[in-house]
């Protein structure tokens, strides 16, 4: 695998289900990030990690919650989520915070919440 | 507030050359990206300004202004593969990534 895998790609869940999405990154960075991306609306950050410490979160609802164990490896855990969270979710890294100018993005998981 | 300003849509023919605009409004500045995505694709860097002037990378150049909070992409001999959206991203305080609504470009035949 190369550059930014995310799984899955697509994922229906109902608004009591719990589940994960997961971000691998396969380019030795250091720096990984979560993005909503709607229509019509701007690419939104939701969390950032360096070091696998979390260093930003962009006052998204505790719904969501962000894990890093490894600097390779970021998961997105949804809980009682709202018709209004579908969108595609997006996974990036960069080679570190200061470079977050040059991202490298993954495919997306297209989430349906219904 | 932070704001982003692009063209919601361009249309240009094959071969021609094509300018997308971004004007911002952010609390702190380092720099200023580019980003396309096709349309189910994951967004793909281009290029990134971080000075004044223009940056050139093959048929694609970038430029910027900090004094009119200004930039712009460049795309030159337009091919149909460049159909696509086309984000501005303001690299802002805290190293934070802030992206504009995007262009969707048309390359028509």
């Known amino acids: 695998e190369t550059g930014v895998t995310q799984t899955p790609r697509h994922l229906v869940m109902g608004m009591t289900n719990k589940k994960s999405l997961k971000c691998e990154q396969h380019?030795?960075?250091?720096?990984m990030y979560w993005y909503k991306q709607s229509a019509k609306k701007p690419l939104e950050l939701m969390f950032v990690y360096s070091l696998e410490e979390r260093v930003e979160n962009n006052s998204v609802p505790s719904r969501f919650s962000p894990e890093c164990p490894n600097s390779s490896h970021l998961f997105l855990h949804l809980h009682t989520l709202q018709p209004e969270d579908s969108a595609l979710y997006l996974c990036a890294s960069s080679q570190s915070r200061m470079q977050s100018y040059e991202q490298y993005f993954g495919p997306g998981t297209r989430l349906t919440v219904t | 507030g932070q704001s982003l300003e692009q063209p919601s849509e361009v249309t240009a023919v094959e071969g021609a050359i094509v300018q997308i605009n971004c004007t911002y409004q952010t609390s702190g500045f380092y720099g200023l990206s580019w980003y396309q995505q096709h349309d189910g694709g994951a967004p793909t860097f281009l290029s990134y300004?971080?000075?004044?002037g223009l940056e050139e990378t093959g048929r694609f150049s970038s430029f910027l202004s900090r004094s009119d909070s200004y930039g712009y992409l460049l795309l030159q001999e337009l091919q149909m593969k460049d159909s696509a959206s086309y984000f501005c991203?303001?690299?802002?305080?805290?190293?934070?990534?802030?992206f504009g609504t995007g262009t969707l470009l048309a390359v028509q035949p």
């Open positions: 991203a303001v690299r802002g305080a805290t190293n934070k990534l802030i």
């Open positions: 300004n971080g000075l004044d």
């Open positions: 380019l030795g960075h250091n720096a």
